[in-house]
């Protein structure tokens, strides 16, 4: 299979730099065009599936990617963002002083600590891997929509790295990233950061 990773345009809570992962949060001006320069990438590939996370920013991405290809889209629940929980829709600094044992155990414990009303990062891994195990030896090229969190366990899991590599991988809203995985293989074939510079 080859992977075409997508993460939805920028929305108020990146500008506002929010913890969400389950938060809805509408798009901004910049995030609108970086859907237009997402749909001529698109058009430029062959794509055989196109599946998404079931949230609102991913999916109306989806939903026109569909339409403009003539494909349809499959909502995967696997690929949404990890839940936050009770740090949702707060900044780094409030969700600290709101909820100061929890923010610490969290951030010293990032893998186990289940978030109250959330969920850990193994358990959010687990689920993502799932799906790529699932159809990462399908013939053919998937586009997936999806956030920034699943992209990086995806990179992580494809290319065989540690969990604690996806940090070396910062993912911007509206970066595309293509791995091919083949023979129990993965290799990273693009990263695309700002679209309107592609010749397309």
Known sequence: MKFIL???GETYANVEQLIYGTTHSEFTKKGIKQIDYIMKYVQSVN????????LDRTKVIADNIGRLINKKVI????????????FEGLTPSIAKKRYPNEYNQFMNDYKDYIIPEGENIIDFDNRVIEFLDDVKDINGTSVIVTH???IRTS????????????WHFKILPGMIVEIEYKNGYGTLVHCFKELKS???
């Open 6 to 8: 997508i993460r939805h």
């Open 47 to 54: 794509v055989d599936y196109v599946y998404s996370s079931p």
């Open 75 to 86: 909502l995967v629940e696997q690929l949404s963002e990890m839940n936050y929980g009770i």
């Open 148 to 150: 920034g969190g699943v």
């Open 155 to 166: 990179i992580m899991h494809l290319l065989n790295l540690r969990s604690e590599d996806r």
């Open 198 to 200: 592609l010749v397309l």
